[in-house]
Protein backbone atom coordinates (compact mmCIF):
# COMPACT_ATOMS: atom_id res chain seq x y z
CA UNK A 1 0.00 0.00 0.00
CA UNK A 2 2.59 2.86 1.03
CA UNK A 3 4.62 1.61 -2.15
CA UNK A 4 2.03 1.93 -4.73
CA UNK A 5 1.23 5.62 -2.70
CA UNK A 6 4.80 6.75 -3.30
CA UNK A 7 4.45 5.34 -7.04
CA UNK A 8 1.49 7.38 -7.65
CA UNK A 9 3.15 10.65 -6.10
CA UNK A 10 6.46 10.08 -8.96
CA UNK A 11 4.45 9.70 -11.53
CA UNK A 12 1.51 12.20 -11.02
CA UNK A 13 4.53 15.20 -10.77
CA UNK A 14 6.29 13.33 -13.83
CA UNK A 15 3.08 13.60 -16.18
CA UNK A 16 1.62 16.80 -14.58
CA UNK A 17 5.22 18.28 -15.71
CA UNK A 18 4.64 16.53 -18.91
CA UNK A 19 1.22 18.24 -19.63
CA UNK A 20 2.48 21.36 -18.35
CA UNK A 21 5.35 20.92 -21.21
CA UNK A 22 2.57 20.24 -23.89
CA UNK A 23 -0.49 22.62 -22.85
CA UNK A 24 1.60 25.47 -21.96
CA UNK A 25 0.24 25.72 -18.30
CA UNK A 26 2.67 26.31 -15.73
CA UNK A 27 3.23 24.05 -12.66
CA UNK A 28 5.31 25.86 -10.14
CA UNK A 29 6.97 24.38 -7.28
CA UNK A 30 4.62 25.06 -4.67
CA UNK A 31 1.64 23.88 -7.08
CA UNK A 32 3.31 21.18 -7.44
CA UNK A 33 4.02 20.64 -4.05
CA UNK A 34 0.51 20.95 -2.48
CA UNK A 35 -0.79 18.52 -5.35
CA UNK A 36 1.05 15.59 -3.29
CA UNK A 37 -0.75 16.54 -0.18
CA UNK A 38 -3.86 16.71 -1.90
CA UNK A 39 -3.27 13.35 -3.20
CA UNK A 40 -2.24 11.51 -0.02
CA UNK A 41 -5.17 13.25 2.19
CA UNK A 42 -7.75 12.15 -0.22
CA UNK A 43 -6.33 8.77 -0.35
CA UNK A 44 -7.09 8.48 3.63
CA UNK A 45 -4.45 6.64 4.43
CA UNK A 46 -3.68 5.74 8.13
CA UNK A 47 -0.22 5.37 7.87
CA UNK A 48 0.23 8.75 6.54
CA UNK A 49 -0.30 12.16 8.41
CA UNK A 50 -0.36 15.50 6.64
CA UNK A 51 0.13 18.84 8.62
CA UNK A 52 -0.17 22.08 6.31
CA UNK A 53 0.77 25.27 8.11
CA UNK A 54 -1.99 27.70 7.83
CA UNK A 55 -1.69 30.44 6.35
CA UNK A 56 -1.12 33.15 8.68
CA UNK A 57 1.45 30.94 10.53
CA UNK A 58 4.04 29.95 7.60
CA UNK A 59 6.93 31.37 8.51
CA UNK A 60 9.36 34.05 6.44
CA UNK A 61 12.12 31.67 6.47
CA UNK A 62 12.20 28.16 6.83
CA UNK A 63 11.69 24.79 5.17
CA UNK A 64 9.22 23.87 2.12
CA UNK A 65 8.84 20.63 3.82
CA UNK A 66 9.61 18.14 6.93
CA UNK A 67 9.39 14.80 6.82
CA UNK A 68 9.21 12.33 9.80
CA UNK A 69 9.62 8.56 8.33
CA UNK A 70 9.80 5.92 10.42
CA UNK A 71 7.76 3.24 12.66
CA UNK A 72 7.07 2.74 16.64
CA UNK A 73 9.45 -0.06 16.93
CA UNK A 74 12.63 1.14 15.09
CA UNK A 75 11.96 5.13 15.53
CA UNK A 76 11.94 8.07 13.03
CA UNK A 77 13.74 9.92 10.99
CA UNK A 78 13.40 13.23 10.52
CA UNK A 79 14.55 15.25 7.06
CA UNK A 80 14.21 19.38 5.73
CA UNK A 81 13.18 19.54 2.84
CA UNK A 82 13.84 21.89 0.27
CA UNK A 83 11.74 21.76 -3.31
CA UNK A 84 13.11 22.72 -7.11
CA UNK A 85 11.67 21.96 -10.35
CA UNK A 86 13.59 21.48 -13.30
CA UNK A 87 13.72 24.03 -15.91
CA UNK A 88 12.37 22.16 -19.56
CA UNK A 89 14.41 24.56 -21.45
CA UNK A 90 17.48 24.77 -19.77
CA UNK A 91 17.86 21.25 -18.43
CA UNK A 92 18.60 22.97 -15.23
CA UNK A 93 17.36 23.94 -11.72
CA UNK A 94 17.79 27.80 -12.30
CA UNK A 95 16.15 28.52 -8.96
CA UNK A 96 19.41 26.63 -6.98
CA UNK A 97 20.94 29.03 -5.44
CA UNK A 98 17.81 31.13 -4.53
CA UNK A 99 18.38 33.89 -1.75
CA UNK A 100 15.33 34.59 0.16
CA UNK A 101 15.20 38.43 1.32
CA UNK A 102 16.72 41.53 -0.34
CA UNK A 103 19.82 43.51 -0.42
CA UNK A 104 22.46 42.89 2.51
CA UNK A 105 19.75 41.32 4.61
CA UNK A 106 19.09 38.43 1.83
CA UNK A 107 20.22 34.71 2.83
CA UNK A 108 20.87 31.69 0.30
CA UNK A 109 18.01 29.69 0.94
CA UNK A 110 20.59 26.22 1.12
CA UNK A 111 22.00 27.95 4.04
CA UNK A 112 18.66 28.71 5.81
CA UNK A 113 17.77 24.75 4.95
CA UNK A 114 21.84 23.98 6.54
CA UNK A 115 21.09 26.18 9.66
CA UNK A 116 17.45 24.62 10.84
CA UNK A 117 18.24 20.75 9.77
CA UNK A 118 21.37 21.53 12.31
CA UNK A 119 19.35 23.57 14.68
CA UNK A 120 16.57 21.17 14.48
CA UNK A 121 18.91 17.55 14.48
CA UNK A 122 16.99 16.72 10.78
CA UNK A 123 18.72 15.16 7.75
CA UNK A 124 18.59 18.10 4.88
CA UNK A 125 17.49 17.20 1.36
CA UNK A 126 16.47 19.13 -1.63
CA UNK A 127 13.47 17.45 -3.56
CA UNK A 128 13.64 18.01 -7.06
CA UNK A 129 10.10 17.92 -9.24
CA UNK A 130 11.03 16.44 -12.76
CA UNK A 131 9.71 15.50 -16.25
CA UNK A 132 13.01 13.99 -18.85
CA UNK A 133 12.45 13.16 -22.53
CA UNK A 134 13.46 9.74 -23.77
CA UNK A 135 16.68 11.36 -25.23
CA UNK A 136 17.58 12.61 -21.80
CA UNK A 137 17.00 10.15 -19.29
CA UNK A 138 19.85 9.46 -17.00
CA UNK A 139 23.19 6.44 -17.70
CA UNK A 140 22.66 6.05 -13.87
CA UNK A 141 20.03 4.60 -12.23
CA UNK A 142 20.49 4.91 -8.14
CA UNK A 143 17.36 3.02 -7.07
CA UNK A 144 17.80 -0.68 -5.91
CA UNK A 145 14.35 -1.27 -7.49
CA UNK A 146 13.90 -1.86 -11.19
CA UNK A 147 14.56 0.87 -13.77
CA UNK A 148 11.01 3.03 -14.11
CA UNK A 149 12.08 6.48 -15.16
CA UNK A 150 8.91 7.98 -14.40
CA UNK A 151 9.81 7.46 -11.08
CA UNK A 152 12.16 10.20 -11.47
CA UNK A 153 9.17 12.78 -10.86
CA UNK A 154 10.05 13.47 -7.79
CA UNK A 155 13.50 12.83 -6.44
CA UNK A 156 16.08 13.49 -3.53
CA UNK A 157 19.50 14.73 -2.48
CA UNK A 158 21.46 15.78 0.43
CA UNK A 159 22.17 19.37 1.02
CA UNK A 160 25.94 18.43 0.27
CA UNK A 161 25.54 17.89 -2.85
CA UNK A 162 23.45 20.43 -3.69
CA UNK A 163 26.54 22.33 -2.11
CA UNK A 164 28.64 21.13 -4.55
CA UNK A 165 26.82 22.01 -7.49
CA UNK A 166 26.20 25.22 -6.75
CA UNK A 167 29.99 25.95 -6.07
CA UNK A 168 30.89 24.04 -9.57
CA UNK A 169 30.15 25.38 -13.00
CA UNK A 170 27.82 23.77 -14.85
CA UNK A 171 27.07 21.13 -11.98
CA UNK A 172 23.15 22.56 -11.87
CA UNK A 173 21.66 20.19 -14.77
CA UNK A 174 19.46 17.54 -13.71
CA UNK A 175 22.57 14.96 -15.49
CA UNK A 176 24.74 16.14 -13.13
CA UNK A 177 22.97 15.98 -9.91
CA UNK A 178 21.65 12.71 -10.86
CA UNK A 179 24.95 11.28 -11.29
CA UNK A 180 25.39 11.80 -7.19
CA UNK A 181 24.89 8.03 -6.05
CA UNK A 182 22.76 9.64 -3.39
CA UNK A 183 20.22 10.89 -5.74
CA UNK A 184 17.30 8.90 -5.67
CA UNK A 185 13.43 8.37 -6.45
CA UNK A 186 11.82 9.91 -2.98
CA UNK A 187 10.05 6.56 -2.59
CA UNK A 188 13.37 5.42 -1.04
CA UNK A 189 13.17 7.05 1.58
CA UNK A 190 10.25 4.77 2.84
CA UNK A 191 11.02 1.64 0.94
CA UNK A 192 15.03 1.09 0.32
CA UNK A 193 16.49 -0.81 3.17
CA UNK A 194 19.09 1.00 3.43
CA UNK A 195 17.72 4.44 3.63
CA UNK A 196 13.93 4.25 4.86
CA UNK A 197 14.70 2.25 8.12
CA UNK A 198 16.91 2.86 11.27
CA UNK A 199 18.13 -0.85 11.38
CA UNK A 200 19.23 -0.05 14.94
CA UNK A 201 19.68 -3.13 17.34
CA UNK A 202 18.28 -1.08 20.26
CA UNK A 203 15.34 1.66 20.79
CA UNK A 204 18.57 3.24 22.84
CA UNK A 205 20.33 4.41 19.69
CA UNK A 206 20.05 8.06 19.48
CA UNK A 207 22.55 8.64 16.40
CA UNK A 208 22.92 6.24 13.18
CA UNK A 209 24.39 6.90 10.02
CA UNK A 210 22.46 8.33 7.00
CA UNK A 211 23.38 10.48 4.12
CA UNK A 212 26.77 11.09 5.06
CA UNK A 213 26.00 12.27 8.26
CA UNK A 214 24.78 11.01 11.92
CA UNK A 215 21.34 11.28 12.43
CA UNK A 216 18.80 11.36 15.20
CA UNK A 217 15.96 8.75 15.53
CA UNK A 218 13.21 10.09 17.16
CA UNK A 219 10.56 8.34 19.62
CA UNK A 220 6.99 8.30 18.28
CA UNK A 221 5.69 11.75 16.64
CA UNK A 222 2.36 10.98 15.73
CA UNK A 223 0.64 12.49 19.08
CA UNK A 224 2.01 16.17 18.78
CA UNK A 225 2.02 16.61 15.39
CA UNK A 226 -1.73 15.36 15.68
CA UNK A 227 -1.73 18.46 17.81
CA UNK A 228 0.36 21.24 15.48
CA UNK A 229 -3.15 21.81 13.55
CA UNK A 230 -4.87 23.33 16.00
CA UNK A 231 -1.73 25.57 17.31
CA UNK A 232 -2.15 29.39 16.91
CA UNK A 233 1.31 30.03 17.33
CA UNK A 234 4.94 27.59 16.70
CA UNK A 235 5.81 28.62 19.67
CA UNK A 236 3.52 26.76 21.09
CA UNK A 237 5.23 23.54 19.71
CA UNK A 238 8.29 22.24 21.74
CA UNK A 239 11.21 23.92 21.78
CA UNK A 240 12.93 20.10 22.30
CA UNK A 241 11.64 19.83 18.51
CA UNK A 242 11.90 23.34 17.12
CA UNK A 243 14.82 25.82 18.16
CA UNK A 244 12.27 29.02 18.50
CA UNK A 245 15.72 31.15 19.03
CA UNK A 246 16.31 30.70 15.34
CA UNK A 247 12.44 30.72 14.20
CA UNK A 248 12.62 28.85 11.11
CA UNK A 249 9.93 26.66 10.50
CA UNK A 250 8.36 23.96 8.38
CA UNK A 251 5.20 25.36 5.72
CA UNK A 252 4.16 21.97 5.34
CA UNK A 253 5.01 18.52 7.89
CA UNK A 254 4.54 14.86 6.38
CA UNK A 255 4.45 11.91 8.74
CA UNK A 256 4.78 8.03 7.17
CA UNK A 257 4.80 5.20 9.17
CA UNK A 258 6.65 2.43 7.69
CA UNK A 259 5.89 -0.42 9.99
CA UNK A 260 3.52 -2.23 7.94
CA UNK A 261 6.27 -1.89 4.83
CA UNK A 262 8.96 -3.30 7.08
CA UNK A 263 7.21 -5.68 8.35
CA UNK A 264 6.93 -7.24 4.57
CA UNK A 265 10.30 -7.18 3.67
Known amino acids: ?3 HHFNAVCDDIWNRLQNSKAFGISQGEETLTDNILLYLASQNISSIKIIQTPKNLEPIKGTDWEWWIGNR ?3 YLRYAVQAKKLDFKSGRYSSLNHKVGTGSSSVAQHKILEEYARANKAIPLYAFYNHLEPN ?7 C ?3 IDYQKLGCTVTPLKNVKK ?3 RRGCRT ?3 IHEFKETVPVRCLAQCPNIAFAQQDSNDTTYIPKFDMEAKVY ?4 DWISEMGYLSSWKQ ?3 ELYDHELGYYPKRVLLVDTEEHELKK
Open 1 to 3: MLQ
Open 73 to 75: KAG
Open 136 to 142: DYPKKWN
Open 144 to 146: SLP
Open 165 to 167: AIS
Open 174 to 176: FQK
Open 219 to 222: SDPW
Open 237 to 239: VQS
